[in-house]
């Protein structure tokens, strides 16, 4: 098995997809985090009261905690993306034949992708919270509002959000094993990550009897994590607890990877 992994682990070394796609997610993060928490700053600095008291009714210290939660509620597609070419790249230039003739045990190449993706995945869950914290407490600290640092609930709650970002690196093994065009799981994971769930949590949002569905979509359960969310500073629904929204979210990854694995068994990858 060590060997299976080291194997992986040496793929995503010799290319530049990992370290292309981290850069672009620290960029995205400081993007995204300044845009929202310096509105706040901007917002305060024009005179704005509402501001002063929390953001949309919110307290401060909730404000910051949701700044902090940005790199997970909106940048969560990168590590996804890496986890997912990670398999659906040896589709696409036929190496997974020369994978399976060294080692055909399919079962045991999934689990080692799945191992291998991990530390990646740390490494951007570790980029994202430090530049979204930076930038997000840069910004509080302009519009004179709390930044929560000195709270240790606020560092449990940024811990948890390099996690999250971690299982959504699993979470994209588990897809590109179930769906290997990688055309069609990038489109699938921009599509749905930037567009669908949103609108879906939203909507949800709006109908009470429905709002609980909306805590166990992969989003929302990545966001329980940290314990906080920009969604649902708008309404749209609670969160689950931070370890419940991990249960949810591996299982999503698990399920996405047993799908792979019977996918891999019962059909001929060439």
């Known amino acids: 098995m060590s060997a299976a992994v080291k194997s992986e682990l040496r793929k995503f070394t010799s290319t530049r ?27 305060d600095a024009l005179g704005d009261e509402s501001v002063q008291s929390g953001f949309e009714g919110m307290d401060p210290q909730d404000v910051a905690l949701m700044v902090y939660s940005l790199p997970v ?17 040896e589709y696409r230039h036929r190496t997974i034949d020369t994978t399976l003739l060294m080692d055909p045990r399919r079962g045991r190449l999934i689990l080692a992708k799945l191992i291998a993706v991990v530390p990646f995945e740390v490494a951007y869950g570790l980029v994202a919270m430090v530049m979204g914290v930076a930038t997000g407490a840069a910004a509080l600290t302009i519009a004179d509002m709390p930044t929560g640092l000195d709270d240790p609930a606020t560092w449990s709650s940024i811990a948890m959000g390099v996690a999250a970002l971690a299982v959504w690196g699993v979470v994209g093994v588990g897809l590109g094993t179930a769906m290997p065009s990688q055309v069609l799981v990038i489109i ?56 419940a929204g991990f249960a949810v979210l591996l299982a999503y990854a698990l399920v996405a990877s047993a799908i792979g694995w019977v996918r891999m068994t019962r059909r001929d990858v060439s």
């Open 17 to 43: 997809m990992w370290w292309v796609l981290l850069l672009s997610l620290a960029l995205s993060v400081v993007f995204l985090v300044g845009s929202v928490a310096g509105s706040i700053a901007l917002a």
């Open 188 to 243: 699938l994971l921009i599509g749905w990550t930037q567009l669908a769930e949103p609108i879906v949590r939203l909507a949800l949002g709006f109908v009470e009897p429905l709002q609980p569905v909306g805590a166990f979509l992969p989003g929302a359960a990545g966001d329980a994590m940290v314990g906080a969310s920009l969604y649902s500073a708008m309404d749209s629904g609670d969160l689950l607890s931070p370890w």
């Open 73 to 89: 509620s909106l940048g969560y597609v990168f590590p996804a993306v890496l986890g997912a070419l990670s398999v659906t790249q």
